[in-house]
C-alpha cells in the first residue's frame, strides 16, 4: 500500500508521555538509604538452575537477589502473603518507570490495590543504562518463558521453563494444587535479564546478560511478599531460553533485616472509590 500524501507529517508528531510521573509518590531518600545499613540477615533461600523457590519478606525488610556462580538471569513473581489477588504488575510498573528498573525505582501492584510492593534501593548493574542495541538489564517488557509458547512455536512439552518453575515452587508453598498455583503466576520482573526491542521490527530481544557473580540487586519489601525467583532454564540468555542446554546456574536470595526495618508502615491501597461512575 503506498503511503498517503502527510505521511512523514505523520510520523513526525511529537510524542507525549503516557504517564507524567511528576506527581508520583516517590520514596523517601533516607528510608532508602536506611534499607541499605545494618543489614543482619535472617535467612536465605539458593534457588537450583532451572528450578524455582519461593521466599518470605516482612515490610520494611531488605531482601537481595544475587548470582553466585556464573552467569545467569532469574523471574520473579511477588504477593502479597496475606491475599495472593495482590500481585506484581509489571505493565503498569513499565509505563510508570520504563522498560526497565533499577535503583530508586518501585514494583507496583495489581489493580485494584496498585500501591508499591518493593523499592529498588541498590543495584550492582545500574551503570548499564541503555547500550547501543537499545538493550537494558532488569526488564518489565517480557512475559517469561512458558510451556504454552514453547509448544506453539517447537512443539513437545518442556517442564522446566520459568512459569512452570514458578507454578511449581508456589504450589509447594502454598499448599495449593497445580491447577490452583497456576492462574497466580504473572509477568515477571526480569532480573539480570537484558532486552530491548529491535529497532526495524520491533520484536523483543535478549542478549547475554553482563550479570556476573557477585552482582546483586536489593528490594524494600513495602509490604508483606511471598516472593518467588526462578533460574531461568536460559542461563544468561544470550542464545536460548526453555533449553537444556544452555550453561545455567544457581542464584542466592538472602532477607535481612535493616535500619527501615524497626516500625516500618506499609503504604496503604490506592484511594480510588470503586463506584466506576455508578
Not at 64 to 72: F, L
Not at 120 to 149: F, K, N, S
Request: net charge negative; glycine share 8%.
Amino acid at each position: 500500500m503506498s503511503e498517503p500524501a502527510d505521511a512523514a507529517q505523520r510520523r513526525a508528531i511529537v510524542p507525549v508521555i503516557c504517564y507524567p510521573t511528576d506527581t508520583l509518590p516517590q520514596p523517601d531518600a533516607a528510608l532508602m538509604r536506611a534499607a541499605t545499613e545494618k543489614l543482619q540477615k535472617r535467612h536465605e533461600v539458593t534457588v537450583p538452575p532451572r528450578d524455582a523457590r519461593s521466599f518470605h519478606v516482612k515490610a520494611g525488610q531488605t531482601f537481595r537477589i544475587t548470582s553466585i556462580e556464573g552467569p545467569q538471569v532469574g523471574d520473579l513473581n511477588l504477593w502479597n502473603a496475606d491475599d495472593l489477588t495482590e500481585r506484581f504488575f509489571s505493565g503498569k510498573t513499565r509505563a510508570l518507570h520504563g522498560t526497565h528498573v533499577t535503583t530508586g525505582d518501585r514494583l507496583w501492584s495489581s489493580l485494584p490495590y496498585l500501591r508499591p510492593m518493593a523499592t529498588i534501593v541498590e543495584d550492582t548493574l545500574g551503570w548499564y543504562g541503555l547500550d547501543a542495541y537499545g538493550g537494558g538489564v532488569h526488564d518489565v517488557i517480557g512475559t517469561r518463558c512458558d510451556p504454552y509458547t514453547h509448544n506453539l512455536l517447537s512443539g513437545g512439552h518442556y517442564h522446566h521453563c520459568c512459569h512452570s518453575n514458578l507454578t511449581r515452587a508456589l504450589a509447594e508453598e502454598t499448599g495449593l494444587p497445580l491447577a490452583e498455583a497456576e492462574p497466580h503466576i504473572h509477568d515477571v520482573l526480569n532480573v539480570f535479564m537484558c532486552t530491548g526491542f529491535t529497532r526495524d521490527t520491533g520484536q523483543y530481544f535478549m542478549k547475554a546478560s553482563p550479570v556476573r557473580p557477585g552482582d546483586h540487586i536489593d528490594f524494600m519489601a513495602e509490604v508483606d511478599l511471598v516472593g518467588a525467583l526462578s533460574a531461568c532454564p536460559g542461563g544468561d540468555c544470550g542464545a536460548t531460553h526453555s533449553s537444556d542446554t544452555a550453561p545455567c546456574f544457581p542464584l542466592l536470595v538472602e532477607v535481612f533485616d535493616s535500619a527501615a526495618t524497626p516500625g516500618y508502615t506499609s503504604p496503604p491501597v490506592n484511594g480510588y472509590d470503586k463506584t466506576h461512575g455508578c
